[in-house]
Structures are given as C-alpha cells and as structure tokens.
C-alpha cells in the first residue's frame, strides 16, 4: 500500500518550520534593540486632558507670564508619564548668566544649576541650538561628563529639554526631568512641543495685543496734540493776523526761545484763552513786542 501524500509530505514540512524558525531568528537577531519604550501604553487619557485643559485655562485667562511658565511646568509634569519634574531655563541671548525662570519642583533649581555652573547639558543645548534634547543617564555622562558628575546623586536618568522661544532678545527651554532609565518616547516629544508652542503663541500674541494698545494710545495722543496746535494756530491768526503757516511758525521759534516743546506752548496758549472766556474776560493773547511779529504769509 502506497504511502498518502499528506503522509509523505509530513517530513518535508517538519524541516521547513525549522529553516523557518532559524531564518527569523536570525533576522531578528541581527536588528538593533529598540532604545525608547514602545507607543504609548503608559498614557492616561484622562490625565492628559486634564493637565491639557487646566493648561488651556491659563491661556485663555491671558496670565501674567510668570503664572505660564509655572502652569506649564505643572502640567506638562502631570500630562507627560514618567516626568517626575520641569522647569524653565531663560538667557538673553549670547548671554552667560541663564536662569531658572519655573520649577515644579525645587530639586529642579539645584539642576538646572549644576547646567549653568558646567555651561553644558540639554537644558543649554536646547536653548542654544533650537532644537529638542532627548537623552537618558549614560548618554548625559558621555556628552556632558562634568554636568553628569555633578547631578549623580540626584538620580535623574532620563532627560527631554524643548526649546522656547521667548522674544528676539531671549532664549529658553522647557526641561523634564525623570528617575525612570527607560527615557521619554517621540509622543512625550510631540505633547511637550504642543505645550511649547502654545505658550510661545500666547506669549507672541500678548506681547503684540500690548504694542496695538500703544499704538492706539499713541495715536490718540497726536490727534489730540494736533487738534490743541491748531486751536493755537488759529488763536494766533486772530491776534496778529496771521496765515496758517506763519502762525505755526511763530509757535516753532517761541517754543524754541523757550526750550519748551511745540504741544506744551500750544496747550499753554489755549488753556489761557478759554480761562479768560470763563471768567468773561476778552478772548484775546496778550501780544509779543513788535519785533517779534512775523508777517503775514
């Protein structure tokens, strides 16, 4: 009796499985060990959007930015799992004295500190270079070896700075500090970037609301100081006889026989003939010596 042909197929398969195995194996085996933690599976939805709308209200409420900086340290600590602690680094730029502008926690002081004192690691690197810092403890101590020395008994193993840009005339970064050796992923990256960019836009959009209200101050202003020049203007034709432009003239060289400005002797000469015409005194400025008087244009 003949052998079936699933029966006679049965050794052929047992040897491909194996080649198989063995063939995975080592292509598995010659791929790098992933560095980070896989995905996010240590995110909490509900503390993320939490932090995320307690963040939202701050912006919203347009705070002073001392209150941002610290609200953001707080959250993103409560957003980011694995961030233990943050703060924030502001320098002028080109500067040598950096600063701990917010904290979340005090350690973050003695830190952010040992950075400065060392002038390197990612908080600086950050600031300076404009571009994230992502590394854990042992590439710390191989790219910043006096900073490493002097932060080894805190025992922070895994560090994210963002850059933060403040205005033209300073430079910052947002620091996360954590004792977990795993390190942070690329989504603590993209989530801490989202914080930054956000406080960057409420600071760009304060910073602007306050020069437009200046602006309109400002504008307000000279159209005031316009419209008191010409009341002076015209009070000046009335009294000599005057052109438009001989009596603006005539307020140039006495503002300046005066060293006064233009606006003060103009409002000076108004305020002076409407408080005549409140006491029903004539309306009138008492004239200059003769040879002060300009013809008429």
């Not at 710390?140 to 403040?166: E, Q």
Request: hydrophobic share 40%.
């Amino acid at each position: 009796m003949t052998d079936r042909p699933s029966e006679r197929r049965t050794p052929g398969r047992a040897v491909d499985a194996t080649a198989a195995a063995d063939f995975d194996k080592e292509i598995l085996s010659a791929l790098p060990e992933p560095t980070r933690p896989a995905a996010a599976a240590s995110y909490f939805a509900e503390d993320t959007f939490d932090a995320l709308d307690v963040f939202r209200g701050l912006l919203l409420e347009h705070s002073r930015f001392e209150t941002l900086l610290q609200g953001l340290c707080d959250q993103v600590v409560a957003a980011v799992p694995g961030a233990d602690m943050a703060g924030v680094t502001l320098l002028h730029h080109n500067s040598e004295n950096p600063a701990t502008a917010a904290c979340s926690d005090a350690r973050v002081v003695d830190i952010d500190a040992d950075q400065y004192n060392a002038d390197e690691g990612p908080c600086l690197e950050a600031s300076r270079t404009n571009r994230i810092v992502c590394v854990r403890v042992d590439e710390v101590a191989a790219r910043w070896p006096t900073f490493a020395s002097r932060v080894a008994d805190i025992g922070v193993k895994s560090y994210l700075s963002a850059p933060l840009a403040v205005d033209s005339g300073h430079a910052g970064s947002l620091n996360i500090y954590s004792f977990d050796g795993s390190g942070f992923n690329d989504i603590d990256e993209v989530l801490v970037k989202m914080f930054v960019t956000s406080v960057e836009a409420a600071v760009w959009n304060s910073r602007h609301a306050t020069e437009a209200r200046n602006e309109v101050a400002g504008l307000r202003l000279a159209m005031k100081t316009r419209a008191t020049i010409e009341q002076a203007k015209g009070i000046l034709a009335v009294v000599r006889g005057f052109s438009p432009d001989a009596a603006f003239a005539a307020l140039v060289e006495q503002s300046q026989r005066e060293n006064t400005r233009v606006a003060v002797l103009a409002q000076r000469i108004v305020t002076a003939v409407a408080g005549r015409r409140r006491f029903g005194e004539p309306s009138k400025v008492r004239p200059t010596k003769s040879n002060d008087r300009r013809p008429t244009g």
